[in-house]
């Protein structure tokens, strides 16, 4: 690949943005992180990141997106890695891939607006990893971008601000190209803009027309299309874009992409070139590999896959985002929903239409997502959540079209209020987006150092600010079994117990092999005896685990 | 030379004793008690007797031992360190019952346990000693006798009870109130410990240095020494790590040393004994005390010079002359021994028995493990919380260290807390590389203390896939 055409962590953000601007045909940025949210409810473990990590770094993506969305919080619950860490092994393993995340905005990678001191603290620490910051809000607020796109410009990343794609009333071009015009004027023209297509809206030409009409307007702006292939037609909106003058689409591999995240990035490379249009310095052949690779791997991850197959064409009207369908149909089953779900669904496309037709995207997507459940459990908004009640006194932002009807407004804002208020006096007196003031950094250090018993790490106060119970969970996970992402993925997700002479091989950090070799397993009433063999020197550890939860293979 | 012997102890020294004995052809006897049946000096005899249910009273009981080592055939006993090492009852029986005490005679053992006695024969032979009082009389004359010592001599005074040893019954005084009080108190311990409650006064040195002699003498008139030992860095006067050689002068170590064939001479010492001495700050030494046994720091003398300690005590004792001259003794290199207890140091080095999950021990060039512990091992609360010792040698004193600190992290035991950690701070201190260390050495560095225990990675990851395993899902991977 000729040097003109790579993008490396070395480079500024000047030079990366000139180089994309000064290089014809368009690039691709592989977003793993999409695809382990929307296909494999966030469970994509960095042993199986790690094993194709060096054929995408040799493919030769714009970036590879593995940190933000829900995935910051679930690596500290369910895959028990510190986030910061993963990123260091990625980085290692990566070393000439930008690394991208996308982040909530005031929300960061959580649910709720954060402080500004703590989004400043969060992206200074994360950008020492992160070379392209995706940022959006719901409710397409710029005012809620600024103080990420502050610090992630004076940490020298590229910063990607995105247009929330909607359809339906009140979303025009010309909507759009304002909030183009805003964000330029509050960020300046050294930016990607993306537009971020997250329930696979709109048709091939909707979005082929939405791309021709910010290059009309701003020619010089360069452009990112992220979609999901909810629908299973997010190729056609993907070639469109890039035929519209897009220069860098997200894409997923072949071999482990399915339905709600990115379509085929080899699909796509396919039909382009029909047109006549080349991505510049890629090779298919390691990314043909990496899909081999994951193919394997993705036996592993088969009960995290979507219980409700198949593509869904009606995502355009209930608007459910990609990131979210899989655990929210899980949720759904979980209490006894999923043979409603159409009913659900029905549900959620009203509540959309009701709540102001805001994008359908974290948080929004949670809100609407659990009134919609609400409302077919217990009655249309009978049994508001706080979320719902935030949302309507515009904590976090104005709606962005049109305000609710005043009935929901009463129902919701008045559900359980003791002091008898009406709904107005309530929006008057407690409505507005919220001023949180910023944290007393060291008190909470403090804190967390009598909870973990040692002094934390900036990187842990910042994940310990964000997720304060997880964090410390998580903390005292690591202390007492150390790093396990070390651990193969069939380790980590098995299912039944081991068999006597069963072995793990894994290798650590440095690349050193290890073994843990099982002997025998004793059960005795509800305890569990383990003989294992620790490395090749053969230690015996013997364990006693007496729980009642020792139930034995399942 | 004997047939046969039997070993009065346990853990690492009767595997140490009977190491040396099978090497010169001899069988072994083992002794244990009930409660110490899983001990490994069992397995390494070629015979083992129980003698009680103990815990420790069996050890100490005489006359079981000599029973034991008739109805075994053995000819002698080797006592070891600590239990009936230095009774000099157990001696005379072993003698008068036709055995052989592989240690020096009753009365040696008698004088030199006397530590008011051992000062008198040391005066005697112009050796120098500390200044110190004789045995204190009992009531408000013993009071009266302590205030005059302390009016001339000054603080600090080191109250001391006349039957103790290896640390213990020793008391310091800073003051006349402390002293009137650590009179009564070490009264009183020495009658529970030692069953003498006799005490003596010794003027306190400040910040002294320990050193102490090995020598062996025989029947024949011939006494040696093998070198100096530097065993300053202790904790509430018990050793913890030994050095050797001294880092003094050669003339001064020259010197000691020929004090100490002087002092053994002087008290008709046989076997292998070790002749100790404080140093003070301007290298002016005292005689301190003999003791009349083989040393838990032999082995760094043994590094050092070759000669095995233990063998030369059996071949002595079985009327053999030492196999060396003093010219034929070379010192060469730096050796230095912990002694790994299974204790928590964070936690005022309290006693941490339970399983050895875990024993992963070193090796490699200059590496010595004398140890009784094996994994799956259940350490007994009874008995003494030493589980092995390490001895490292090497040609230079940073040599010595820098290989003691590798052989440290390769040092895995889980299942109990040890003092590896502990040592691993004293690797890196700058006073201890720069051999700057006395008696207040611990004391004086806390930070030694200010340490992260952690679990070797790889055994928590085990302990992890156990738990999956045991659940038959991880239950840690749930959200």
């Known amino acids: 690949m000729p040097d003109s055409q790579t993008f490396t962590p070395q480079m500024s953000s000047r030079e990366i943005l000139d180089r994309l601007r000064n290089t014809s045909g368009y690039f691709m940025t592989n977003n793993e992180r999409d695809l382990s949210q929307s296909d494999f409810k966030c469970r994509i473990m960095p042993n199986t990141t790690l094993k194709v990590a060096p054929y995408r770094d040799e493919t030769g993506y714009f970036a590879f997106e593995i940190c933000g969305g829900a995935c910051v919080h679930v690596d500290l619950m369910g895959k028990q890695i510190n986030p910061f860490e993963k990123l260091r092994l990625v980085r290692k393993s990566m070393p000439r891939t930008l690394l991208q995340a996308v982040c909530r905005g005031r929300s960061l990678f959580g649910y709720r607006p954060y402080p500004d001191n703590v989004i400043r603290m969060a992206v200074r620490l994360f950008s020492r990893y992160i070379d392209v910051w995706r940022i959006y809000d719901f409710l397409n607020y710029v005012p809620n971008l600024t103080v990420v796109a502050e610090e992630v410009k004076n940490a020298g990343k590229i910063l990607m601000p995105s247009i929330c794609f909607n359809t339906g009333y009140g979303y025009t071009n010309d909507y759009y190209l304002n909030k183009v015009e805003e964000i330029l004027s509050a960020m300046g023209e050294d930016i990607i803009l993306s537009i971020k297509n997250h329930s696979a809206l709109g048709t091939p030409r909707r979005i082929g027309e939405l791309v021709a009409a910010i290059r009309q307007r701003f020619p010089d702006l360069l452009l990112e299309y992220h979609g999901h292939n909810t629908d299973g037609n997010d190729l056609g909106r993907m070639v469109s874009a890039v035929m519209e003058g897009v220069k860098i689409v997200e894409v997923s591999d072949h071999g482990a992409g399915g339905i709600y995240s990115q379509a085929p990035a080899l699909s796509m490379i396919q039909t382009l070139n029909d047109y006549g249009m080349t991505a510049p310095g890629f090779k298919v052949q390691p990314m043909v590999d990496t899909s081999d690779i994951l193919r394997r791997e993705r036996r592993i991850y088969e009960r995290f896959e979507s219980t409700y197959h198949g593509f869904d064409p009606t995502v355009k009207r209930h608007k459910l985002p990609g990131g979210a369908a899989n655990i929210a149909f899980e949720q759904a089953e979980r209490v006894g929903l999923l043979e409603r779900i159409h009913e659900v669904l029905s549900e959620l496309s009203e509540v959309n239409k009701e709540l102001g037709n805001v994008c359908s995207v974290t948080p929004g997507s949670q809100i609407f997502w659990t009134t919609a459940v609400n409302n077919v459990l217990h009655g249309r908004y009978r049994n508001p959540t706080d979320d719902l009640k935030r949302l309507l006194l515009g904590r976090y932002g104005p709606f962005p079209i049109y305000n609710p009807q005043d009935w929901i407004y009463e129902r919701v804002l008045e559900y359980n209020r003791k002091d008898g208020k009406k709904w107005r006096q309530i929006l008057d007196e407690e409505g507005g987006i919220s001023r949180l003031h910023d944290e007393d950094l060291e008190a909470r250090r403090l804190e967390l150092q009598g909870k973990i018993s040692r002094p934390p790490t900036d990187e842990e106060l910042c994940l310990y600010l964000q997720f304060p119970r997880d964090a410390v969970e998580y903390f005292r996970f690591e202390n007492k079994f150390g790093k396990t992402w070390m651990l193969p993925t069939e380790v980590w997700f098995n299912r039944g117990g081991f068999q006597d002479g069963d072995r793990i091989t894994f290798s650590d950090y440095d690349g050193k092999t290890h073994y843990i070799d099982f002997i025998s397993t004793r059960r005795t009433g509800d305890s569990v005896q383990t003989s294992i063999l620790v490395d090749h020197n053969f230690q015996s550890l013997t364990h006693k685990v007496s729980s009642q939860k020792a139930a034995g293979p399942k | ?479």
Not at chain 2, 8 to 27: D, F, H, M, V
Not at chain 2, 387 to 397: A, I
Not at chain 2, 451 to 477: C, K, S, W
Request: charge should be negative; charged fraction near 25%.
């Open chain 2, 1 to 479: 030379m004997f047939n046969k012997i039997l070993v009065a102890n346990r853990g690492e020294i009767a595997i140490r004793i009977i190491r040396s004995a099978q090497e010169l052809g001899l069988k072994t006897v083992a002794v244990y008690e009930e409660t110490d049946r899983t001990a490994m000096h069992i397995m390494k005899a070629d015979e083992a007797v129980c003698i009680g249910t103990g815990p420790r009273k069996d050890y100490l009981n005489i006359e079981r031992i000599i029973q034991a080592a008739l109805s075994s055939g053995a000819e002698a006993i080797h006592p070891g360190y600590g239990f009936l090492a230095e009774n000099p009852n157990f001696s005379k029986e072993c003698t008068d019952a036709g055995l052989v005490f592989i240690g020096p005679p009753p009365k040696v053992i008698s004088d030199m346990g006397s530590k008011v006695i051992a000062r008198r024969i040391m005066n005697e032979a112009r050796i120098r000693s500390i200044p110190g009082t004789d045995i204190l009389p009992e009531g408000e004359e013993g009071d009266e006798e302590a205030m005059a010592f302390a009016e001339q001599h000054g603080f600090p005074i080191m109250v001391k009870a006349v039957a103790g040893g290896g640390g213990r019954g020793i008391r310091n005084s800073a003051n006349m109130k402390e002293l009137l009080k650590n009179l009564k108190v070490a009264r009183s311990e020495a009658r529970m410990a030692f069953g003498n409650e006799d005490v003596y006064l010794e003027k306190g040195l400040k910040n002294p240095r320990h050193l102490e002699v090995q020598v062996l003498a025989d029947n024949y008139g011939n006494v040696i020494h093998l070198g100096t030992r530097n065993c300053s860095i202790q904790r509430r006067h018990q050793k913890m790590i030994e050095i050797a050689p001294a880092n003094l002068p050669k003339a001064l170590l020259d010197q000691i040393c020929e004090t100490a064939v002087t002092a053994s001479r002087a008290c008709n010492y046989l076997n292998a004994g070790t002749v100790e001495f404080l140093l003070d700050e301007d290298d002016h030494y005292y005689f301190l005390e003999v003791n009349t046994r083989i040393q838990v720091e032999h082995t760094v003398t043994e590094m050092i010079t070759g000669v095995d300690i233990v063998r030369e005590q059996i071949r002595i004792a079985s009327g053999e002359p030492i196999a060396f001259k003093q010219e034929d003794i070379t010192f060469r290199g730096c050796a230095i021994e912990l002694r790994i207890n299974a204790e928590d140091p964070k936690n005022n080095f309290m006693a941490s028995p339970g399983l050895v999950q875990i024993y992963q021990s070193p090796g490699g060039h200059g590496t010595r493990m004398d140890g009784a512990v094996y994994q799956g091992y259940e350490i007994p609360r009874y008995y003494d919380s030493m589980l092995t010792k390490l001895t490292v040698y090497g040609f230079t004193w940073e040599e010595t260290v820098q290989r003691l600190s590798r052989v440290l992290n390769g040092f895995i035991i889980a299942g109990v807390k040890t003092t590896i950690p502990f040592y691993k701070q004293i690797m890196k201190e700058p006073d201890f590389l720069a051999q700057k260390f006395d008696t207040s050495y611990i004391e004086t560095h806390p930070e030694l203390l200010d340490y992260e225990e952690e679990m070797p990675e790889m055994d928590r990851l085990a302990t992890l896939v156990a738990e999956i395993n045991a659940h038959g899902y991880n239950p840690y991977a749930e959200l």
